[in-house]
């Protein structure tokens, strides 16, 4: 089993900055492919982004491209997600989900592992 705790949400202004971490353990955290998945109140979870196990490559939402960076460490177990230029609209509760190896999946009903959540509101 994998636990993933989800750290780094709060409140922040339009046009600024936050830096979401995922810390895991419980597997190998090097064969699990990470996502970050989004809820907004009223609203569908939708997938932000996700990156390899092998951290070589990644894959973002159209939505939140040219924004948003999710990188990885694999020595420290933790997955970042770094958001610039926030809008409003991006307030949501940020999950972070992984799969046991195999490719990004923006499909939520394809991940193994959920953690609980961080609240980012993006509010002046």
């Known amino acids: 089993q994998v636990q993933l705790v989800e750290s780094g949400g709060g409140l922040v202004q339009p046009g600024g900055s936050l830096s979401l971490s995922c810390a895991a353990s419980g597997r190998l955290f090097s064969t699990l492919t990470i996502h970050w998945f989004r809820q907004a109140p009223g609203k569908e979870r939708e997938f932000v982004a996700g990156i390899w196990w092998s951290g070589g490559r990644t894959d973002y939402a159209d939505s939140v491209a040219g924004r948003v960076t999710i990188t990885r460490e694999n020595a420290k177990n933790t997955a970042y997600l770094q958001m610039n230029s926030l809008k409003p609209e991006d307030t949501a509760v940020y999950y972070c989900?992984?799969?046991?190896?195999?490719?990004?999946?923006?499909?939520?009903?394809?991940?193994?592992?959920w953690g609980k959540g961080t609240l980012v509101t993006v509010s002046s």
């Open positions: 989900a992984a799969r046991n190896w195999g490719v990004v999946e923006q499909d939520p009903n394809a991940m193994d592992y």
